[in-house]
T-cell receptor
Framework: GIQVEQSPPDLILQEGANSTLRCNFS?????LQWFHQNPWGQLINLFY???GTKQNGRLSATTVATERYSLLYISSSQTTDSGVYFC???????????FGKGTSLLVTP | GAVVSQHPSWVICKSGTSVKIECRSL??????MFWYRQFPKQSLMLMAT?????????EQGVEKDKFLINHASLTLSTLTVTSAHPEDSSFYIC??????????????FGEGSRLTVL
């Protein structure tokens, strides 16, 4: 099956700092989503971005499908940004989202 | 975005009992629902895919007789963990999509259900 690798696995930032999270995938995809899992476990949809660039407030994402990677940018980080960020993809040959192992982000005051 | 709701959020049960978890799509008709399982500090692993009115498709290694999935209507899928044991303790989370979005459309997740088996 398709492999999804996220980096870095862990990240500690001071409030106000910027960060970039990366997602590499091993095959062609027709769906790519970024999620934030809050401390209660709920998955919050951040972006549906199989290709191109999108922005939503302090967050933005870019997917370069031909090179099989996606980036999630967090600017001016806040303590409420803490949690685990997951990248998930559906391969062209697949039907369900396959998740990476996530990036655990801690933003300190 | 579309809203998917799960119930219960937390459940504690004794070993050997069965537990049912519900997943509902509140504002759209979910032709397909997916059930995932997440162990502490790990990623989400797909357990099964259910289509309304047909039998669920289970991923390799998932016991279909232990994890019963029913998708009887376009807004409700249920996961029943039968004869639960402590090793079944986990976070179960469902996802839904509709034919109008297609398999490659954006998927939305429920809040998740945390099962603890004593």
């Amino acid at each position: 099956g398709i492999q999804v690798e996220q980096s870095p696995p862990d990240l500690i930032l001071q409030e106000g700092a910027n960060s970039t999270l990366r997602c590499n995938f091993s095959d062609s995809v027709n769906n790519l989503q970024w999620f934030h899992q809050n401390p209660w476990g709920q998955l919050i949809n951040l972006f549906y971005i199989p290709s191109g660039t999108k922005q939503n407030g302090r967050l933005s994402a870019t997917t370069v499908a031909t090179e099989r990677y996606s980036l999630l940018y967090i600017s001016s980080s806040q303590t409420t940004d803490s949690g685990v960020y997951f990248c998930a993809v559906i391969a062209n040959s697949g039907y369900a989202l396959n998740f990476g192992k996530g990036t655990s982000l801690l933003v300190t005051p | 975005g579309a809203v998917v709701s799960q119930h219960p959020s937390w459940v504690i049960c004794k070993s050997g009992t069965s537990v049912k978890i519900e997943c509902r799509s509140l504002d759209f008709q979910a032709t397909t629902m997916f059930w995932y399982r997440q162990f502490p500090k790990q990623s989400l692993m797909l357990m099964a895919t259910s289509n309304e009115g047909s039998k669920a498709t289970y991923e390799q290694g998932v016991e279909k007789d232990k994890f019963l999935i029913n998708h009887a209507s376009l807004t409700l899928s249920t996961l029943t963990v039968t004869s639960a044991h402590p090793e079944d303790s986990s976070f179960y989370i469902c996802s839904a999509t509709s034919d109008s979005l297609g398999y490659t459309g954006e998927l939305f997740f429920g809040e998740g259900s945390r099962l603890t088996v004593l």
